[in-house]
């Protein structure tokens, strides 16, 4: 099921995103002529500044926003600009996913414990178990755990539990590194993007034969725009990613303090009988 969310999620992100790049492509394919004709004639006549087709004010907040970052898509080049939009969808993906798991995992742990604890008053250990097998989240499955072994004694209920709460925060923290590792590509890949688009502007001023405020401005611009993007990006990320760090250590808490619990309950009924 989780898989399942991710694929479809991964996949509606990026139709959205291909029918933008390919837009954008478009965009730029069709004035092609004309920036080449422009940068031809930087060097003997400065560029007149643009006016604005339509008055932003007059348009909503939301239209404005979406024109302007189609436009420095544009402007920043669709290959870098698309690779780094792709790690931003990739690593929301998989902390929409880390998010929707962990809120499933969270569990109230003093009422686990209290049920737990009047079951096996009651039923004993078959019962404690039961409420165990219908209670979602890590602690459930570590009490299940060490009540499974209940008969073989409190050493290796105690043994149980720290092992399989191991396992427990390693899927709990599934996922996380791939997010870091978006975290650090995306401003690389934004770094790459100004390092390529300095390498043009010099090659534009190698072929104009002169230093020309336009074409250099132009390409210094374009280049620091991949890295923006990649900046931008690794921000969101980082946000994430620290977010879901957090409710990772509350939950890890949480299951080191319940297994406390359920061990002294364990012992309590022991003593009892």
């Given at each position: 099921?989780?898989?399942?969310?991710?694929?479809?999620?991964?996949?509606?992100?990026?139709?959205?995103?291909?029918?933008?790049?390919?837009?954008?492509?478009?965009?730029?394919?069709?004035n092609a002529t004309e920036v080449k004709e422009a940068v031809s004639q930087?060097?003997?006549?400065?560029?007149?500044?643009?006016?604005?087709?339509?008055?932003?004010?007059?348009?909503?907040?939301?239209?404005?926003?979406?024109?302007?970052?189609?436009?420095?898509?544009?402007?920043?080049?669709?290959?870098?600009?698309?690779?780094?939009?792709?790690?931003?969808?990739?690593?929301?993906?998989?902390?929409?996913?880390?998010?929707?798991?962990?809120?499933?995992?969270?569990?109230?742990?003093?009422?686990?414990?209290?049920?737990?604890?009047?079951?096996?008053?009651?039923?004993?250990?078959?019962?404690?178990?039961?409420?165990?097998?219908?209670?979602?989240?890590?602690?459930?499955s570590i009490f299940y755990q060490g009540l499974d072994r209940i008969d073989?004694?409190?050493?290796?209920?105690?043994?149980?539990?720290?092992?399989?709460?191991?396992?427990?925060?390693?899927?709990?923290?599934?996922?996380?590194?791939?997010?870091?590792?978006?975290?650090?590509?995306?401003?690389?890949?934004?770094?790459?993007?100004?390092?390529?688009?300095?390498?043009?502007?010099?090659?534009?001023?190698?072929?104009?034969?002169?230093?020309?405020?336009?074409?250099?401005?132009?390409?210094?611009?374009?280049?620091?725009?991949?890295?923006?993007?990649?900046?931008?990006?690794?921000?969101?990320?980082?946000?994430?990613?620290?977010?879901?760090?957090?409710?990772?250590?509350?939950?890890?808490?949480?299951?080191?303090?319940?297994?406390?619990?359920?061990?002294?309950?364990?012992?309590?009924?022991?003593?009892?009988?």
């Amino acid at each position: 099921m989780k898989k399942l969310f991710v694929f479809l999620t991964v996949i509606g992100l990026l139709s959205s995103v291909a029918s933008f790049v390919a837009h954008a492509q478009d965009a730029t394919a069709d004035n092609a002529t004309e920036v080449k004709e422009a940068v031809s004639q930087a060097v003997e006549t400065p560029s007149a500044p643009e006016t604005p087709a339509t008055d932003p004010a007059k348009e909503g907040g939301l239209s404005v926003l979406h024109k302007s970052l189609k436009q420095k898509f544009i402007e920043g080049g669709a290959s870098f600009m698309g690779a780094v939009l792709l790690t931003l969808i990739f690593g929301l993906a998989l902390a929409f996913e880390r998010i929707i798991y962990l809120n499933l995992s969270t569990t109230n742990t003093e009422k686990l414990l209290q049920q737990v604890e009047d079951a096996l008053e009651s039923g004993g250990v078959e019962s404690a178990k039961e409420i165990c097998r219908n209670t979602r989240g890590p602690v459930a499955s570590i009490f299940y755990q060490g009540l499974d072994r209940i008969d073989q004694g409190i050493d290796v209920v105690e043994k149980s539990v720290i092992s399989y709460g191991s396992v427990q925060m390693g899927l709990l923290e599934k996922g996380l590194s791939w997010i870091q590792l978006f975290i650090a590509i995306a401003p690389m890949l934004g770094f790459l993007g100004t390092v390529i688009g300095m390498i043009d502007a010099f090659d534009k001023i190698q072929i104009a034969g002169d230093v020309s405020p336009t074409l250099v401005a132009g390409g210094i611009k374009i280049a620091l725009i991949t890295t923006v993007g990649g900046l931008i990006v690794a921000i969101i990320l980082q946000l994430f990613y620290n977010y879901l760090v957090s409710r990772v250590d509350s939950i890890v808490n949480k299951m080191e303090d319940a297994s406390i619990s359920l061990i002294d309950i364990l012992v309590k009924q022991n003593l009892k009988k």
